[in-house]
């Protein structure tokens, strides 16, 4: 197939390169969800989220730091998972009455 008519490239590579392309923009949208409802948190890395920052200092060294850095309520991912950590015991309080 050619491109633009300069390139010629396999269908089954440009196949390819758009499904990666596509699954890189799903998961940037994906990873948005706390920032789209105004939750303070890191930028998360496609498809890992925060687990680099868990490898790399440990769950509860890397959950302090996030906590001292944004805030009583942070949101993160691991992975694709939306996690929302709460630190305040305070707002864990509920009159569910």
Not at 9 to 37: A, E, F, H, N
Not at 71 to 84: A, D, F, K, T
């Amino acid at each position: 197939m050619d491109i633009l008519g300069f390139i010629n490239v396999p269908g089954w590579v440009l196949t390819v390169i758009i499904v990666l392309i596509t699954l890189y923009l799903y998961s940037l949208w994906y990873q948005s969800l706390w920032r789209r409802l105004g939750i303070a948190g890191p930028r998360p890395i496609p498809f890992l989220g925060v687990l680099p920052l868990y490898m790399k200092q440990g769950i509860a060294k890397g959950d302090l730091q996030l906590v001292k850095t944004y805030g009583s309520v942070v949101g993160i991912y691991q992975g694709h998972l939306p996690v929302l950590l709460v630190s305040d015991p305070e707002m864990l309080k509920g009159d569910f009455h």
